[in-house]
C-alpha cells in the first residue's frame, strides 16, 4: 500500500515539476504563466502533450526537439526529477512525524504545505541558477503561507520563528552593505527573511552553515576549473541558501549539535 502511495507522489512531484518548469522560465521573463502553450526554444513550436510527458518525453525525443532537432535542456527533467524525489521524501518525513497515518486534516493539511514549500524553493533554486533572480513573486506568496501555515498550527513557535526570521534578516543585510551588493543580491536578504521563519531557531544557524561552506567549496572549485564565467561571472548564492534549508529542514537539528555540542 505504502508503494503505490510512494509511487504515486513521485507521479504527482514530476508533474508538479513540469509546471515548476514552465514557472522558472516564465517568471524572469515576465511571460504570462496561464497563458500560451509551451514552446521549443529554438524553432518556437508549439509542444503537444507528446512532447510534455515529465521525464520520459526527454528520454524518448533523447534531448532533442521533436521539429527542428536541436538539443532541450538538461534542466527539464533534472527539475522533473528533483520534484518527484523531494516530494517522496517529504512524504516519508511526514507519514513518520504523524506515525504512519495521514488520514487526520491537519496532517493532510501539513503534507500540502511542505510540498507547496518545497516546490516554491525548487522554482528559486533554479530561477536564480538559470536567471541570477530570486522572484518576489514565489518569495512573497511562500512567506505569506509560511506565516498562515504557523498561525493556524504551531503558534507557540511564532516567537522564535519571527525572531530568527528578522535576525537572519539584519545580518545579511548587514553583510549586503558591507560588500556593497557584491558578495550577494537583495534577493538573498529577503530570502534569508523566509529561512528563519520557516526554520526557526537554532536550525537557521546550521543552515547558514551549511549555505557558507557549500557556497565556499562549490566556488573554490568552479574558479580552479576555470567555470566561473559559466554563471556571467559570479556565482548566484541563492541555490545554497535553497540547499541548506532542505538539508536543515530534515537534518538541522543534528548538524547544530555536531557544530556546537554542549550547547544545544
Ligand atoms: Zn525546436
Same mark, same amino acid.
Given at each position: 500500500m505504502i508503494e503505490v502511495l510512494e509511487i504515486s507522489v513521485f507521479l504527482i512531484g514530476i508533474s508538479i515539476g513540469s509546471f515548476l518548469n514552465v514557472l !522558472?522560465?516564465?517568471?524572469?521573463?515576465e511571460e504570462s504563466i496561464i497563458r500560451g502553450r509551451s514552446y521549443c526554444e529554438r524553432c518556437k513550436k508549439k509542444l503537444t502533450?507528446?512532447?510534455l510527458i515529465p521525464v520520459v518525453s526527454f528520454i524518448l525525443l533523447k534531448g532533442k526537439c521533436r521539429y527542428c532537432h536541436s538539443p532541450i535542456s538538461w534542466y527539464y527533467p @533534472?527539475?522533473? *526529477?528533483?520534484?518527484? @524525489?523531494?516530494? @517522496?521524501?517529504?512524504?516519508?518525513?511526514? *507519514?513518520?512525524q504523524n506515525s504512519q497515518s495521514l488520514i487526520s486534516q491537519t496532517a493532510i493539511i501539513s503534507l500540502i504545505y511542505y510540498l507547496f514549500i518545497s516546490s516554491s524553493l525548487i522554482v528559486i533554486f533554479f530561477t536564480d541558477l538559470? =536567471?541570477? @533572480?530570486?522572484?518576489?513573486?514565489?518569495? =512573497?506568496p511562500t512567506i505569506g503561507v509560511s506565516l498562515l501555515f504557523q498561525i493556524l498550527n504551531t503558534? =507557540?513557535? !511564532?516567537p522564535n520563528t519571527i525572531s530568527s526570521a528578522i535576525g537572519a534578516f539584519l &545580518? &545579511?543585510?548587514?553583510?549586503?552593505l558591507i560588500t556593497k551588493g557584491k558578495g550577494m543580491g537583495f534577493g538573498d536578504v529577503k530570502f534569508v527573511f523566509f529561512m528563519g521563519l520557516f526554520l526557526g531557531f537554532p536550525k537557521i544557524l546550521s543552515a547558514f552553515y551549511v549555505a &557558507?561552506?557549500?557556497g565556499a567549496v562549490v566556488s573554490l572549485i568552479l574558479i580552479l576549473w576555470g567555470k566561473k564565467r559559466f554563471f556571467g561571472g559570479t556565482i548566484p548564492f541563492g541555490p545554497f541558501l535553497v540547499f541548506a534549508t532542505f538539508v536543515c529542514f530534515f537534518y538541522g537539528e543534528k548538524i547544530i549539535k555536531l557544530l556546537l555540542p554542549g550547547i544545544f
Open positions: !522558472i522560465d516564465r517568471i524572469p521573463r502533450w507528446k512532447d @533534472i527539475v522533473e *526529477l528533483i520534484t518527484g @524525489i523531494l516530494f @517522496i521524501l517529504v512524504f516519508n518525513v511526514q *507519514l513518520i538559470k =536567471y541570477g @533572480i530570486i522572484p518576489d513573486k514565489i518569495l =512573497y503558534r =507557540y513557535l !511564532i &545580518f &545579511f543585510l548587514l553583510l549586503f &557558507f561552506l557549500t
